[in-house]
Every structure is written in structure tokens, then in C-alpha cells.
């Protein structure tokens, strides 16, 4: 149950679900709904009644803020029928974060150590505001701060291991494999035979995202032993009617597995960017320890850059244009001697709305990969608008890229 | 409500809710409660039972997909008590989709036609699953994709002018006002006694992101005329308490606010990365017509790049060290000649988990900014992961870089 009216008017996304699914699912609760609320009382009671019903364990995040429309320790107090009361050992921590970051610290910040008083705290270690578990009538409701990344900490230091420790429920396994380059139908048409003849207790799901489409199979105990491995066995049917797709077996981001692949055969990596603008290199660096193997990037929005940092020449460009495979194919050779990699990547293309030629329509993309032995590019058209032009592009390239390190033996 | 196993396992985060929460606000529909529910008949059921308890309108998505465990439409035309039969007019456009692809069509991209025979079709123009409109005991349903750019698409050409047409509500108004560079409950404190005198019909929000924080107002209708422009005239004393961090007064991201400042003056601008890979650059070239004074950048991860692309010193290197104000200064000079912009920025950092040293830590950033008349330069230590200390470390440099345009007079 997530709280506040920012979500309802959509000024924020609630990302928060996502990840305590996730991590329920991991130690074998399965997820019965997921409510956002008002900032209302009423609405707040209301949903607490409902989602007493449905689930044995419910879990709050947000208006635990400091500011006048975060009411729901307030709430909490009244449903559960106890006051606010001072909660010392909150009270230092707060202290203490405010001495740390030497900023003066307000009455309201003071507030955040108040707590109803029949809780247990759960002490945020990178916040002010504390976790509370509360027990009523066999139901656990435990209410967290809205802040992802506080949330995470408290799921991980707190909420999880207390689970644990009071529910002994059938674990869920979920055995994922990360598919790209194909989408949901054609990839489903080449297993529905495999599909077909999945025991009662694994369910199959498409979870289709930017051009990735991820296969996750849920199998729920069934007293026999092994599931996990039982899954795990129907897997080379899937490897061998759609290996080509798969870049991962297991819940990994397409980069990582790029990663994987460059570290293992001691490649180094550098990117050409134009529509994309810096973004496949923001992802292939998201990845922890990608230094080791990415050195850097050009993004050349403009052509004088193209030319100048990455060496394609004026008359590719006068003659087939920016946005062509031939301009492509140079910036990624050019950054190949540039930045001194042995694997480089390019991108050019009409991201929109505005850019498109008499030739050239918006959602045009050139994408290239060159190596010590090969170039390779490819031209595709599809205009979905610009963010998603842009994300699609870099995934096609990504895409791509993999392939190609895959095919490489090391 | 969304539908979907895969958003109670955290699989996908749901941000169709939002997307739908914005615009109905804007046409005066206020949302009162979001649910997503599983890919189960009996739960989608209880589901959309409670919800017409509590709304007039319940627009569901998800679950519309080819695949076995999409189940929403036979589940609907079960609960509004009719059967499934081939919409021609869908069937049609299905083909020709399939066909503009040159793709071969299956028997499941048949069975998208396949309508619940009592719902007003919505014809989706962007892809296969048709949007279905049900008025049922005075509650209107409305069941789309789950695919986002789908959901957009029917909400804009069908979903919103029919809800406006059928209902008259009181609009709702919002006043947003983007602040970047300073904390809620700073903020909160500087306009304190601002936001105690606000009339009872208009509620302020802190909506926080990433060292962002939007001030919503919402005015709801009460009886007097012109509620927006009294709302608007409440700006001038935010602007007199906090001016220097508000970057706009509209719902516009920081780095369309910095476009604009750059296209007034007629200013070039490039970037120059270490620690963000990339995602200055990306955000810059995300806002449309970016390519007008977005010129390049050079993502220099090894220190090799900074040498030779940025003309960072061998010696500042050996010095100070990659993470240094002296190292982030030389790459920001270095991006203005090499790139020929007139706005340098620059970024170096360790963003975890791996590469603190001795002397820094993990969440050690440096920043800079160049033009023609000066260079400054900032260091902060802030560790929250890896992802969020690059998120971050874009965010704190692009305040940074909308306070300098902003002090320059075009």
C-alpha cells in the first residue's frame, strides 16, 4: 500500500511496489494486490480495512515525510487506537544525521522521532524517518518511508528478516530468461509446443520491455522434491528454439551480460552517439566495474564533431547524409581509433519531432558495430516519439552489440 | 487498475497509473484509488467490484497481450455477462499492420479482434489489442493495453474526450512550481507561514525526485471565479523566499529549463563526463530541439581520455588525483575548446561500489562548470548506490549549470 496524492494526480511513479514484489517474491510471499491511497484519512482507514482482509501481512510506504500533508503516523496511531509518543533512540539518530551534515536542525525534523506508541521501530540507518511494525489481530502492518532508497534499506535490514522469521510459507521460484531482438508473439509462437506441456505448477509470463521481452517461469511447490531443478531442466528446449535471443538466465540487465562478455574476452569498449546522445554509454556504465573494460565516448550531436573528434568525412556526410549507414559506419570506426577500443559502437538517427528530410523520416536509425575485423550497420524506421525512439535505439544497438560478442569466441 | 501478474512481482513497475492520474486530473477527474491486481479471473473480478464501489469511472489496462496469461477480456465479457466475438473493422486494421511490417501474421494476432460483443470498440492506432469502452449499472469501464505508448494513445484520442463529454465535473486546478538545489523541509521552513495562510480549498504538496523537489498546488472549485488566477497570484512571495531555486513554473524538466536559458542567449553548450557516463549528455538531448545548442560531449572514463580527448594535465592526474575540483576544472576547459562550445560542464566521481582510494570515498563527486568568462567548481561526498549517486551527481551538475545561465544575463 502506497500513500500520497502525488501518486493518484501521477506526479510520481510508484516504484516502491515494484521492488517489494520483487523481494517478497524472493523469500516466498506472493504479492495479493498493490492499492496507492490518498492522503486522507478516511481513504487511508479504509484501504488498511480492505488490505486486512486480503493479506496476512501489509506493508505501507510513504507520508512519513515532514511536511504538513504526511499524515500517516498520525493515522496509524488513531486506527491502532495508542498516541505519538517521543522515541529517544530516534531522536539521536536524527540528531546525529543533522550533526554529520552540519545543517541546522528544525522542530519538524524533531517530529520525525515520534511514533505510536504500541509499534516497534525499525531503525532507519539512511533517514529519519523510522520503520514501524505493528501487530493487530494476527494481521502484521508495517509502515515505511516513501523515499526509495530508504524503503530498500529497511526491506533489507528489517522487514525481510522479520518475515522470515514469523512466516513459514512454500517458497515461489521463479527461474527468468532475458530475451532480446524478438518480440513477445514470434517468440511465443516458437515455444507454444514447449509452453503447452509446462506441468500444472509453472506458469509461464511474457514480460515484454523496450525491445527485451523477459521469459519468467513461477513454479509453486508441489511436495515433490527439486522444483528449482526441474525448472531448470526445461530449459535447453528454450535454448535451442530461441538461444539466438537470449542474453541472460537469470534477472540481469542486457549491459551486464555485455559486460560479462567484454571482461571475459579482455575487449575494451567505446561508443559513437548521436540521436542517442550519450545514453548507451550511460548504460553500459551503469554497470558496477564497468571501468575495466570501457574507456570512453564521443556523443556528436553536431556534424563539425562527427567530423573533427570521430574523423567521418565531409563528403560522407554531404553525400548520404547524417543519418545514413556509411556516416554511421565511420563513427564507429572513428571511435575506434580514437579512444583506442577494440570494440565501438555508433548511433545516428531522427529522434524527432522535429529533423526529418525530403529522404529521411522521423524514427530513422543507423546503427553500426566495428571491430579489428569487421564493420557491420543497419538502418531501421520506427518513430514511437522521442524518448522512445531514443531508448529503442539504444537497446537495438545494444542488441546488437551483443550479438555480435556472443558469435566472437574468446 | 492495472492487471498483471508481473506488476505484483515487481517484474514491471507500473507507470501507466501515473500517466492516466495526470491527464485525468487535468480534465477535472480525480483519482481515487490506483490497484494493480493479478493476472487471476477470480481477483480481477473482486477487483473491479470494489472499484465501481468507489468511482464513477474505473479504466483498467493490461493483460490485453497474445499470450496465454492475458486474460482480461474474457474475464470482462464473463462479468458483463456477454461473449467474445470477431470485431471486423479491428481485424482489418490488425492485417494491415501486419502487413506495413511485412510480417507474418498468427492466429493469436487474429484473436486480437476478438471483442467482448456489448463494449464500444476503441480503435487503437498504434497497435493490435482495440480499447473497450463498457457503461454497466451507471459505472463506465474502459479496458486498454498494458504497453504504455498504446494506453497514451487511446487515452488521447478516445478515452479523455469521452470522459469529458459524459461527465461535468469541477476542474481541478494545479500550479506547479519546479525547485532544484534545496531540500523539503528547507524548503518547507523558508514559506512556512506561506503555506498556514493558504485559503482551505488550495492544498500545497512537496513532490521530491533525485535533489528535486516540484511545489504542487491544487485549487479545487469554490465558487468564486477565476480559482487559477488567484492561485497564480500566491507565486510572488515563493519567488521572493525561494527564487533562486525555482527553475520553472510549470511542469517542465531542469534540463528544458536550461535549453531554453541556452537557446535566450544564443549559447552553445557541450559536456564533458567521468563518473555519469554519459547521462548529462542524455538529458540535454533528450528535450526537443536540443540539436540547436547541443553540440557533443566527450565521456572520458579512463584517465587516457581525459588526457588526450579533454587535454587534462598528466600532472593534475598524478597530483590531485582523477576525482578533483583541479581534474573536473581542466575537463570542462578542455570539453569548450575541443567541442568549440561556449557552456562547458563536467563531471568525475566515484560512483561505487568499487574505486574509493586512501584519500576518497565512495560517493566523492567533483563538478564543474566553464564559459568564456569563468570557471567554478564543486565537491560533495554522498554515497546511496551506485545508480543513485549518477543520478545524482547529473541532477547536482545541471542545478549547478541552470544557477550560472540563470545569473547571466542574455
Known sequence: ???????????????????????LGKIGL??????SVSDRADEIVAA???ARQRAQVVLITGGLGPTKDDLTKHVLAHYFGTELMMHEPTLHH???IF???????????RQQALVPANCTVLHNAVGTAPGMWFSDQGTVFVSMPGVPFEMKRLMTDHVLPRLQTQFDLAPIEHVVVMTTGLGESFLAAKIADWEDALPPNIKLAYLPSFGAVRLRLTGTADGLPDL?????ALLPVLRERIGEYIFAEEETALEAAI???LASRNLTIGTAESCTGGLVAHRLTGVPGSSAYFRGS???YHNDIKQQELGVKAETLARFGAVSEATVREMAEGARQRLGVDVAVATSGIAGPGGATDTKKVGTVCLAYADATQTISKEYVLDRGRALNVDYAAQSLLTMLHQQLAQKRG
Chains 1, 2 share one sequence.
Open 48 to 50: 488498511l480495512d480492505l
Open 259 to 261: 559486460g560479462k562478455l
Open 94 to 96: 536524527v540528531e546525529e
Open 228 to 232: 528449482r531443478g526441474r525448472m531448470l
Open 298 to 300: 564521443i556523443v556528436a
Open 1 to 23: 500500500m502506497t500513500i500520497g496524492d502525488e501518486l493518484l494526480y501521477g506526479q510520481v511513479v510508484d516504484t516502491n511496489s515494484a521492488f517489494m514484489g520483487q523481494e
Open 30 to 35: 506472493r504479492v495479493r494486490q498493490i492499492s
Open 99 to 109: 550533526r554529520r551534515y552540519d545543517r541546522p536542525m528544525l522542530d519538524v525534523n
